[in-house]
């Protein structure tokens, strides 16, 4: 699932692309893609893409006029722009027909697996009222002092607790365990146990990971790639994930791999000790 590093190579694409264009068209391939009570709200025809809004793994284009199209990329979905009238890749669902300049191009939303959606609202306000107040705060924004308070009594793990977006949003599998590897903090701990110094660490080295990876366009690991078409390369920089087995870049102790809350997550035993 594209996490908050991919998200953001997206937004940063499509802002690029699309700011300022014309959407003159839309087809829908696919009516069980556009989700919410809305539905009857068209998506941004003859409206002028104004902004791109993201918050953790979930973004919106914005209108000039104020409305505003919720993205949701599930487990492989991707936004990519093309030349006007392309042939369309299997998948894709929605595609937009825009013009910037004198220029026409085409906006692909495609998603293999089908866990993403693409939902219309009148406002960019109604979302962040209604979806993302839901959520954490963004991972890029979030404190210790913030962490501490959400951690308070929890008698769950801290990457479990990584994971859950409504307590901070963007951190999935890969961010999750890079981070905790980094911050020498055994992924299974309490999350109520740890200090305030160890989760200052934490959220410095999970800033510093998810900036160099949004530097590197994310990590594309099956289907991720940017508003262009390319894949990221943060994938190259992996320490832990997916490394179950092989020896820790550090100590050189092979990495374990164990199931929390259904995810495989990768530690080294020796650099985050279970016991602290
Ligand atoms: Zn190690």
């Known amino acids: 699932m594209p996490e908050l590093p991919e998200v953001e190579t997206i937004c940063r694409g499509l802002t690029l692309l699309c700011v300022g264009a014309r959407v003159l068209d839309v087809h829908i391939h696919r009516a069980g893609f556009i989700q919410g009570s809305k539905k009857h709200i068209d998506l941004l025809t003859n409206l002028t893409i104004a902004r791109v809004h993201r918050h953790g793994k979930q ?3 914005e209108s000039v006029c104020g409305r505003a199209l919720l993205f949701h990329m599930g487990m492989s979905g991707s936004l990519t722009v093309h030349p006007f009238q392309s042939t369309r890749a299997k998948h894709v669902h929605v595609h937009w027909t825009l013009m910037k300049g004198n ?5 692909h939303h495609k998603d293999p ?3 993403g959606y693409v939902q219309p609202f009148f406002s960019i306000q109604e979302i962040r009222n209604d979806i993302w107040s839901t959520l954490g705060l963004d991972a890029l924004c979030i404190t210790a ?3 501490l ?4 009594n929890k008698k769950r793990s801290i990457k479990a607790s990584l994971l859950d977006q409504a307590c901070v949003a963007g951190v999935g599998n890969i961010y999750a365990d890079e981070t905790l590897f980094q911050s020498g903090i055994h992924p299974l701990r309490n999350a109520g146990s740890i200090s305030l110094p160890e989760l200052e660490k934490m959220i410095k080295r999970l800033r510093i990971i998810l ?3 949004i530097q590197g366009g994310g990590s594309s690991i099956q289907d ?5 078409g390319r894949a990221g390369t943060f994938q190259n920089c992996h320490q832990v994930y997916g490394r179950g087995g092989e020896p820790c870049e550090i100590c050189g102790s092979i990495l374990k791999q164990t199931l929390c809350v259904q995810r495989t997550t990768v530690f080294c035993s020796a650099c985050q000790p ?3």
């Open 113 to 115: 697996r089908r866990f």
């Open 59 to 61: 973004f919106a284009l």
């Open 149 to 152: 308070q959400k951690f308070k």
């Open 103 to 107: 220029k026409k191009f085409e906006l």
């Open 145 to 147: 002092d913030d962490l």
């Open 211 to 213: 900036n160099r990876s």
């Open 274 to 276: 279970r016991n602290k």
């Open 224 to 228: 991720h790639q940017d508003a262009c």
